[in-house]
């Protein structure tokens, strides 16, 4: 009977390892050129949808380098010296769309940004300091439509300690930048964030 129970297992296991190997991994047409969009933005308290519209995109340029070395040698066969230039090269053109600063109110929010792609993105949280990350995404890589979930903290978010709870902070946040940008950076979308002052609701 063990053996049995030994022989199951093992099938199961090689069974498991093949269907493993046929999986595949690949996502999309790789001949078809990278396409991201945003499709809109969402504040999820209020159920407002920002007034957005994808801006034009500006063609960027990859500008890539490497060192080419031209070695003189003397009569004698010894170096006598080596010249080193820097040469540069375009690459490829790249798409960026930068989007007008996103006022955010005041209040603890979410903000969901539905995005609709044929490729796999990236989306790298803004990098704040310790427990002043007033906005953060939860998901930073994806692949094809997506809704990206944004937790918004409110005006007072990291400053509990510095002012009383009744205190109404009179002035913006400073604005925050985020690319987002497909795997092969040929999609790249500028974000801006700012946050109203508790004043202003």
């Not at 999820?44 to 990859?62: A, L, R, W």
């Not at 500008?63 to 540069?88: A, C, F, K, M």
Request: with cysteine.
């Amino acid at each position: 009977m063990k053996c049995n129970w030994a022989w199951l297992i093992a099938l199961v296991l090689t069974l498991s390892m093949m269907a493993c190997e046929d999986e595949n991994y690949d996502f999309g047409d790789p001949n078809l050129a990278s396409d991201f969009q945003i499709v809109s933005i969402t504040d999820s308290v209020s159920g407002y949808d920002f007034d957005f519209v994808n801006p034009q995109p500006k063609d960027t340029t990859y500008i890539y380098h490497y060192l080419q070395r031209d070695t003189v040698y003397n009569p004698d066969g010894s170096v006598g010296e080596v010249n080193v230039d820097t040469v540069y090269y375009e690459g490829k053109t790249a798409k960026l769309y930068e989007v007008p600063v996103l006022l955010l109110p005041s209040y603890k929010n979410r903000l969901y940004i539905r995005v609709k792609s044929n490729a796999r993105w990236n989306a790298p949280v803004i990098p704040f300091p310790k427990g002043h990350d007033w906005i953060k995404n939860d998901q930073v890589a994806g692949i094809g439509d997506a809704i990206i979930d944004y937790k918004v903290g409110s005006r007072m978010y990291g400053l509990e300690q510095y002012f009383p709870e009744d205190f109404l902070i009179p002035v913006r946040r400073r604005i925050e930048t985020q690319y987002i940008t497909t795997r092969d950076s040929m999609v790249m979308y500028k974000l801006q964030f700012e946050q109203k002052s508790m004043t202003e609701e």
